[in-house]
């Protein structure tokens, strides 16, 4: 392990080099893997409140909102099959995330991107051209295929092409792509469901293929990472990236670490039965934690269904398409304060800030809904009524970007060592889908059970995650990924994982004479 030319800029040990022209837009195109995620997270809530889309596929539900007018509020969209036009997706990802680490680790993590972009751009033409639910369904899954391929490769591309100290930042670049691609979605929405004649829907579905090219394009120009060149053998290749990356010939200790932690890697023959070692508890917890909790914040309630959430809550069709447009631009504004101050604030600070935000508006959203539906669902909203409860779905968002959206990505891919690496991020990506997939499925038979109590339900979720990070997250803002043992060594909680020998093992591994151990 080399042990030279450091430039320590105060978070601990560094590499020479700086963010390059070269390296910023290769990030930029890999980032984009997110727009795809986030098109069709934004695109589904406004297509399944479009009228010419229910009568189409879903003619119960489309009678049941047209007939009956004086039908409970809460319950007017409660259809098993309109869900499982949302969550399949999420559940063809979870499953294709795991198929998706073989293909990035063995291919390479450009191919990955393709494979994805490409599969995603079948599944947009299906769903554009849809003649009945099953070609729709069919489309979507081949979305979620993409998206899952997309969700492992891109966060490990990111990480690995990033400069260390610039990890964070670069990170997020994948949650400003996801905010980008809901909102973008959001408009598209607001836009086609004025087109008269009742194709507004196929275009919605089918603008999909736009994301997809931008991703199928741009993969084929990226390079490969220097990490994943080195695991595939191609060292001469590895370097010469290294230095066009970092725009500086002085790469040798970055190049030698990898090829150490390559190595080391390599002699994990079962990282599935590794990471379930006593010494990576607090990983596996957190990183399986974190995902599961991000959902239980309720934000793809808003994400997926605001358009249906503003109708339930009295809103016009025109009027519940714009207020979606306006939360998707919070979301993305609101994502920029997390890159700003993610590296200066650190993560807990964002986290507890973000939670305690999120549950006083979403108690405010619950109350108002309280006061003027009850439990009956009768009732109508003033315009400033309605008015207050967009502010408040307002300010919840806000919480949400810049804390559990892009921390929910971040942390997880920041706090496992190399050697288990993959299978956590697989882990996070799977947990995260199949939370996004159970929240997407049962959220408006939820909203017609437990009607305004909804809100409180999902605000009980933010108090214990919240309570959780205060306990049980230790800040990892400026540590460097390699040195993260020593965060649990010190936490009061984990560190009866971590036996003395554990940290003295990775002192050793690390070869670093001025480490902090
Ligand atoms: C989450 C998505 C969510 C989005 C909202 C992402 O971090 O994983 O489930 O819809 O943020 O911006």
């Known amino acids: 392990m080399a042990g030279g030319a450091i430039v320590n800029t105060g978070g601990g040990k560094d590499y020479p080099g700086k963010l390059t022209v070269f390296v910023f837009f290769a990030c930029f195109v890999a980032a984009t893997g997110g727009l795809i995620f ?3 997270i934004g695109i589904s809530g406004g297509v399944t409140s479009m009228e010419s889309f229910l009568e189409k596929f879903f003619p119960e539900v489309y009678r049941k909102e047209k007939l009956d007018t004086s039908t409970n509020q809460y319950c007017r969209f409660d259809s098993q099959l309109l869900t499982i036009f949302t969550s399949s997706l999420y559940l063809a990802a979870l499953v ?4 998706a680490s073989t293909v990035t680790r063995v291919l390479g993590r450009k191919w990955s991107m393709f494979g994805g972009g490409v599969v995603f751009l079948v599944g947009a033409v299906l769903n554009g051209a849809a003649k009945n639910v099953l070609m729709l369904i069919l489309g979507r899954i081949l979305l979620g295929i993409g998206v899952g391929f997309a969700n492992q490769s891109v966060p490990v591309y990111l990480s690995e092409m990033a400069p260390a100290r610039l990890r964070g930042m670069l990170n997020i670049g994948f949650q400003l792509m996801i905010t980008f691609g809901i909102l973008c979605a959001n408009l598209i929405n607001y836009g086609t469901a004025k087109i008269k004649g009742g194709w507004g829907w196929r275009v919605s579905l089918a603008l999909a293929v736009v994301p997809a ?7 084929l120009f990226l390079p490969d990472t220097p990490n994943s060149l080195i695991e595939r053998g191609h060292a001469e290749q590895a370097k010469k990236m290294l230095r066009r990356i970092r725009g500086t010939d002085d790469i040798l200790d970055e190049y030698n670490d990898l090829v150490a932690a390559s190595e080391e ?5 079962h990282p599935w039965a590794n990471i379930m070692k006593r010494k990576y508890r607090p990983q596996l917890v957190i990183g399986i934690l974190i995902p599961f909790f991000q959902q239980l914040t309720g934000i793809n309630v808003i994400m997926f269904y605001a358009p249906v959430l503003f109708k339930t809550m009295g809103f016009g069709n025109d009027a519940s398409l714009m207020s979606a447009v306006i939360t998707g ?3 993305l504004f609101a994502t920029f304060i997390s890159v700003l101050t993610v590296d200066k604030l650190g993560r807990r600070k964002l986290f507890l800030e973000g939670g305690v935000q999120m549950l006083i508006s979403q108690s405010m959203v619950g109350i108002l809904m309280a006061i003027k539906l009850g439990t009956s669902g009768e009732g109508h909203f003033s315009k400033a009524y309605s008015g207050f409860l967009v502010l408040f779905v307002c300010i919840y968002v806000m919480g949400f970007a810049w804390s559990w959206g ?6 997880p891919s920041e706090i496992f060592p190399l050697e288990i690496r993959s299978a956590g991020q697989s882990i996070n990506v799977s947990v995260n889908m199949l939370f996004t997939f159970v929240i997407a499925q049962a959220f408006l038979t939820m909203l017609c059970h437990l009607k305004f109590a909804l809100f409180f339900f999902f605000g009980a979720w933010v108090i214990v995650m919240t309570i959780f990070i205060a306990l049980f997250l230790p800040e990892t803002k400026g540590v460097p990924i390699e040195e993260m043992a020593l965060v649990w060594k010190k936490h009061w909680f984990w560190c009866r994982f971590i036996s003395d020998d554990d940290v003295h093992e990775r002192k050793v591994e690390m070869g670093k004479p001025n480490s902090a151990f």
């Open 329 to 331: 631009i919070v979301n």
């Open 265 to 269: 890697s390599k002699l994990v023959k």
């Open 406 to 411: 892009p921390l929910g990505w971040l942390v």
């Open 213 to 219: 090219a931008i991703i199928s394009i741009g993969s």
């Open 38 to 40: 986030g098109y069709d």
């Open 96 to 99: 294709a995330s795991f198929c």
